[in-house]
């Protein structure tokens, strides 16, 4: 069973300020369903919803939490993240990063709503990209 709007439509997916949800990146193609939007959906079991700008230092602690961001993997179509590369994260280790004290920059119009389960909107808002 799918969520409607009452009319058939699915809603159009929310930023965390309550706007539209903008596109967080098509240069590496970002998102969970690798549409450049950081939305979910019942597939996506790690809720890949806080649009980063990533940084050397966040693509160290990510690796190292088994999680390598950095090397190419030609076979999934993924060229691997650089430092200012924009990326459709986990909500949760955007939290461990932030505990970790190296939570990179937020796109808050294009970090899904849904993100707000996991994140608090003071926190993002504290690290909002310029």
Avoid at 11 to 24: I, M, R, T, Y
Avoid at 75 to 82: D, V
């Amino acid at each position: 069973m799918s969520i409607t709007n009452g009319n058939g439509h699915k809603p159009k997916p929310k930023n965390v300020l309550g706007g539209e949800l903008k596109s967080c990146c098509l240069k590496p193609l970002t998102g969970f369903y690798r549409d450049g939007f950081c939305k979910t959906g019942a597939e996506d079991r790690g809720s890949h919803t806080v649009c980063i700008r990533v940084t050397d230092d966040f693509l160290k602690f990510s690796k190292s939490r088994g999680n390598d961001l950095s090397t190419p993997r030609p076979e999934f179509q993924f060229p691997g993240l650089q430092d200012g590369d924009k990326w459709c994260l986990v909500a949760v280790r955007w939290q461990e990063a932030l505990e970790a004290g190296i939570a990179p920059d937020v796109v808050l119009e294009a970090t899904d709503e849904a993100a707000l389960q996991y994140v608090s909107l003071e926190d993002l808002k504290k690290y909002r990209a310029e």
